[in-house]
């Protein structure tokens, strides 16, 4: 039997950092030592370096669906869309007791919503006397004081939002009988991560039958917890572990078949998918 494992009896400090750097040099590598330099005594985390930088409905999703699986007095380390202004200017997040390092571009609100948070300034970047290796050092070195220190501690002044900065993730749009639902992340196998959650999707289907249309692949009308229970070629749909709706085809990936892997920078987000009720 495995053994329980509880982070409270296990004393390192967890750092995580969430990207868009990819895989094709050496920035995620430069960044982990950065923060491991500053932070040695740390565990540093990798949730993903594959997002774009206008993508940041996708890094939101992949932010707040992760940060609950560390323990209280991690911090969440977020480079993702940092040049969205030609000053741009770093934000500290408490919220349920993990700490949120991110620029002030949107993201915080699209992953952690606007309630029950503090916001703090803690540095703005001068794009013509400084360079993106000082926005790594100041977090690195902010990573370490809130390893004894707490954000109210550091003397940075609050911070308010912009109101249009106040982004929410997006909804799905209901009518009687149908529901209109948007891709929030292609995972790694192309399985579909859309933005329908089990209660809601529950609370809409007030236990009628439904349908996803897959158009030359299929149609959906179960809900199938993982993919040993279906055949080579299936397409199956699933509530994963962040409660968000889940479409695969086992054996392939859904988002070439149904070609969903073209990300719409207009209109931010991947491609919209409809759940009919009957």
């Not at 915080?108 to 400084?130: F, H, K, M, T, V």
């Not at 639902?181 to 192309?190: D, E, F, K």
């Amino acid at each position: 039997m495995p053994i329980p494992f509880n982070f409270a009896d296990y004393t390192m400090r967890f750092l995580t950092l969430l990207s868009d750097f990819g895989h094709k040099d050496a920035s995620t590598a430069i960044a982990r030592s950065i923060l491991l330099r500053h932070n040695p005594d740390a565990a540093v985390l990798e949730i993903s370096a594959s997002v774009t930088g206008e993508n940041l409905i996708e890094a939101a999703y992949l932010s707040a669906s992760s940060y609950k699986e560390f323990p209280e007095g991690t911090c969440h380390i977020i480079y993702v869309g940092i040049y969205h202004s030609r000053n741009p200017s770093l934000v500290l997040c408490e919220k349920d007791g993990h700490y949120f390092l991110a620029p002030n571009n949107g993201i915080l609100p699209l992953a952690l919503g606007i309630e029950n948070i503090s916001l703090w300034q803690c540095y703005e970047w001068d794009r013509d006397d400084q360079n993106f290796r000082d926005w790594q050092e100041k977090c690195a070195e902010i990573a370490y004081i809130l390893s004894h220190k707490k954000p109210a501690d550091l003397g940075f002044p609050h911070f308010k939002l912009d109101p249009i900065k106040q982004m929410t993730m997006p909804l799905p749009v209901a009518t009687e009988h149908s529901v209109d639902c948007q891709i929030l992340h292609i995972a790694h196998n192309g399985n579909l991560i859309i933005n329908m959650r089990k209660e809601e999707f529950e609370a809409l289907r007030r236990n009628r039958g439904f349908k996803i249309d897959l158009g030359g692949i299929g149609n959906i009308g179960v809900i199938t917890p993982h993919a040993g229970m279906v055949s080579e070629g299936e397409a199956l749909c699933r509530f994963n572990r962040a409660g968000y709706m889940e479409i695969a085809v086992k054996g392939a990936s859904a988002a070439k078949l149904l070609s969903f892997n073209l990300y719409d920078t207009k209109q931010k987000y991947y491609r919209h998918l409809k759940i009919s009720f009957e």
